[in-house]
């Protein structure tokens, strides 16, 4: 079955400090990999967008890479600030699917 | 910035009644998706359409579920005969003309809370 999973489920870390979101998936056919930001009761903002073909994509702060053939992505957030405080959730665009399949998220509190 | 717009943004309804979600997609957009999220659980897939036709369906939409593009704008999620269930938050997504490999962007959800 192909799902995806996010660890750690939740991360409370003091400001300015660097952190690594990770997400795997079980099957390395893949079209694409996106991670998301959502507030409480509110949308998914869209953050990157990874190809299959490529290893890395950065934004800002931000920089997401791609692992097909271990199933692996992680989101690395520098400097981070009580703003970052959400959820950060990962959906990958499996081959021959038009869904995106997304994991349970990661919960960050960024603590003032 | 282009945004994907959703109404309402809250419906409460009694079970058993129909009740039609709305979605204005980004306007240059060609692939339009409903997702759902219960609270506290994963965001699921529903339904991808394109050209007019759904290309590809989850197994939680069957046919208690439609949709719906009524004209050049809006996309239309119809959901017959409410049940306790599908008391859920429902994402409206688009992408733009690089189908498969497109990025998704999400409206703000309509939360549906059904009685």
Known sequence: KQEVTQIPAALSVPEGENLVLNCSFTDSAIYNLQ???QD????????????????????GRLNASLDKSSGRSTLYIAASQPGDSATYLCAVKYTGRRALTFGSGTRLQVQP | ?????????????????????????????????????????????????YNNEISEKSEI????????RPDGSNFTLKIRSTKLEDSAMYFCA????????????????SRLTVL
């Open chain 1, 40 to 59: 409480p009761g509110k949308g998914l903002t869209s953050l990157l967008l990874i190809q299959s073909s490529q290893r890395e994509q950065t934004s």
């Open chain 1, 35 to 37: 991670w998301f930001r």
């Open chain 2, 1 to 49: 910035e282009p945004e994907v717009t959703q109404t309402p943004s809250h419906q409460v309804t009694q079970m058993g009644q129909e009740v039609i979600l709305r979605c204005v997609p980004i306007s240059n957009h060609l692939y339009f998706y409903w997702y759902r999220q219960i609270l506290g659980q994963k965001v699921e897939f529903l339904v991808s359409f």
């Open chain 2, 61 to 68: 939409f069957d046919d208690q579920f439609s949709v719906e």
């Open chain 2, 94 to 109: 688009s992408s733009g003309g690089t189908g498969l490999y497109g990025e998704l962007f999400f409206g703000e959800g």
